[in-house]
């Protein structure tokens, strides 16, 4: 890069320095929004969320720098629930995404013949889905008396013993999973093709099953790729809304739903805030990693 | 005694990844499975928009009828909210557009002081869990009175779309050979000139693309609207989560089929243009 800079500089130097000026000017209105709508407004929460609001017994408010905030978040029970659950809802999910995806991918990248054709038209068809819908579908599919209910019960199968999947942590799984599987797939399949047909074909040649070639060479090439796919999923599902407050129970909540509700109902921003920065910090590590690894893959 | 037993061989538990039948076998099935996973709750849905009558466990309506879309198409919060939606959505794509498309050239081509900083900071947003973000956004939009307000709404979904799009144009602009605007210049155009009539024609697929991206990601747009525009800005999807949790199962399901349409209608169109790498790039509505 620097290298191309001062050859560039060296044959017409007016014209980089009017390309740098241009380059400001055009990245310019985006930088400002940026700044103005996610940069300052995180930076906010996190002021926010040192900020503690005393009541005096004249009845004003007073404000002061302290971790009231996260001493809450840390020693209510109900707060520490959602939090445990949030982790526990989004790695589940992210689990059992990656290992169906990993499947489609596979078959879309070796297979040959109708089904895998098929697969291919099928599997993308939730990403033009909005969560709303996805998440109305899995309850009028999943319900107690819902459609599967309804088919067991066809089958003769007593009334009752269908078990309790909406309202509960299965039903957002389950959404979540149907949500985000054709992300998950586009992504592993792009990954997959960069692995070249040639190296699985001399695998083959000195005698690797499909299963040593998959534990070997497809899997260990596929890892960097993937986890982009899995952190950028991790990051969807724990910071998401809609999912959990259509089908999650009541308690424990997830940090999203237990978010928008401080915010809104108990007109709380100062323990919604403080839930927003738990958040992030939740995050950080497939934060910082997704950050790094797409920035290596755009940034060539 | 002492004779040594043969050595059995060992048992493979992955034989059957071997067996071309087997395989195929095992991956009709898991096709059929995925098929009707992805596809029977969206059915039930546009079965339940058409029911006049569903008592369970029947497994199909026990009457058909039109009803409920004639109910919701009369009502004035539905026609409100559609209104409303498809004022929002183009205003959202065309600002971003505004915005997205001269960073993105500006990134692929320009000499961008501080470039990869920048780069950087455009993937930050997606590195934030974004109900957090709204939230974080929504304090602030008490403190300088946007909450509750169109613009509000306009400039929370550009949250989204200016990243996916920033990124689209910077990887469409980068496959544009770079000696065709330098011929161009050199042949007497202006930069605007160049870029209009040699760049943009042919970026304009990837830019279409992205557009109609961030248009559908504002129409669907759902959890940061309900946070920053109630009570008195309510998109389609914000409508549909009060619909749903009032249990009006059959004026929810007509509902949902509308809002999915504009989506499924460019799935079916556009099918042949949607490149993995712009799905991959971020659209990820997960």
């Given amino acids: 890069m620097a290298v191309v800079t001062s050859a560039r500089a060296v044959v017409r130097p007016r014209r980089l320095d009017r390309s740098r000026a241009a380059g400001v000017l055009l990245v310019l209105p985006s930088l400002l929004y940026l700044t103005l709508f996610v940069f300052i407004p995180v930076i906010k929460a996190i002021t926010t969320s040192f900020t503690v609001r005393d009541r005096d017994d004249a009845g004003n408010y007073t404000y002061r720098v302290g971790l009231d905030n996260y001493a809450q978040l840390a020693t209510s029970e109900t707060l520490r629930a959602n939090v445990i ?4 809802i989004a790695v589940t999910s992210v689990a059992i995404v990656f290992c169906i995806a990993y499947v489609i991918a596979l078959a879309l990248r070796f297979g040959r013949g109708p089904s895998a054709r098929f697969l291919g038209r099928i599997y993308i068809v ?5 969560s709303v819908i996805a998440s109305y579908a899995m309850i009028t599919f999943l319900a107690n008396h819902g459609f599967v209910d309804g088919i067991l019960q066809a089958l003769g199968l007593p009334d009752g013993v269908f078990p309790k999947i909406v309202f509960d942590w299965k039903g957002i799984v389950i959404t979540q999973v149907w949500l985000s599987l054709p992300f998950m797939t586009v992504l592993l399949s792009s990954v997959l093709l960069e692995i070249s047909d040639s190296l699985i074909e001399s695998a083959r ?3 690797a099953s499909s299963w040593q070639i998959f534990r070997h ?3 260990p090439l596929s890892a960097p790729g ?12 724990i910071g998401g809304f809609t999912v959990p407050y259509l089908l999650g129970p009541n308690a424990p909540q997830m940090l999203g739903v237990s978010m928008v509700y401080y915010m809104t109902n108990y007109f709380e921003p100062y323990i919604a805030s403080t839930q927003a920065v738990a958040i992030f910090l939740l995050s950080l590590v497939a934060a910082v990693y997704y950050v790094r690894q797409q920035f290596k893959r755009e940034v060539r | 005694m002492a004779a040594q037993a043969p050595a059995l061989p060992a048992v493979r538990l992955t034989w059957w990844i071997d067996d071309p039948r087997m395989r195929r076998m095992l991956l009709r099935l898991f096709a059929g499975a995925l098929a009707v996973f992805i596809g029977i709750p ?5 079965l339940w928009s058409f029911a006049g009558e569903w008592f369970w466990p029947n497994l199909i309506p026990t009457q058909w009828s039109l009803r409920w879309w004639q109910e919701v198409l009369e009502n004035p919060r539905v026609t409100d909210a559609m209104f409303l939606s498809f004022t929002i959505a183009p205003v959202v794509t065309a600002l971003t557009a505004l915005v997205a498309i001269p960073a993105g050239y500006a990134f692929a081509r320009l000499d961008v002081p501080y470039r990869r900083l920048l780069l950087l900071l455009f993937l930050i947003p997606n590195a934030f869990p974004r109900i957090g973000l709204y939230v974080s956004l929504a304090v602030l939009y008490y403190q300088i009175g946007l909450i509750d307000t169109y613009w509000g709404i306009v400039f929370l979904h550009m949250i989204g779309t200016l990243v996916y799009m920033t990124w689209i144009t910077t990887a469409t602009f980068r496959s544009i050979d770079p000696h065709l605007e330098e011929a161009a210049r050199d042949a007497g155009a202006s930069p605007l000139r160049a870029f209009f009539s040699v760049v943009m024609p042919l970026a304009l697929p990837g830019i279409i693309v992205a557009s109609l991206f961030s248009f559908l990601a504002s129409l669907d747009e759902a959890q940061g609207t309900l946070i920053v525009g109630t009570p008195h800005y309510i998109t389609m999807p914000v409508l549909l989560y009060t619909l749903i949790s009032s249990f009006q199962r059959p004026v929810a399901a007509v509902f949902s089929v509308l809002l999915a349409l504009p989506s499924l209608l460019l799935l079916v169109v556009a099918q042949r243009y949607l490149h993995s790498e712009y799905v991959a790039a971020g659209l990820g509505r997960v």
């Fill in chain 1, 85 to 88: 659950f949030t982790v526990l």
């Fill in chain 1, 126 to 130: 939730p990403l033009f889905i909005p």
């Fill in chain 1, 205 to 207: 040649d000195v005698g």
């Fill in chain 1, 217 to 219: 060479i497809v899997l």
């Fill in chain 1, 226 to 237: 993937a986890l982009i796919g899995v952190t950028f999923m991790f990051l969807g599902v």
């Fill in chain 2, 42 to 46: 969206l059915l039930t849905l546009v």
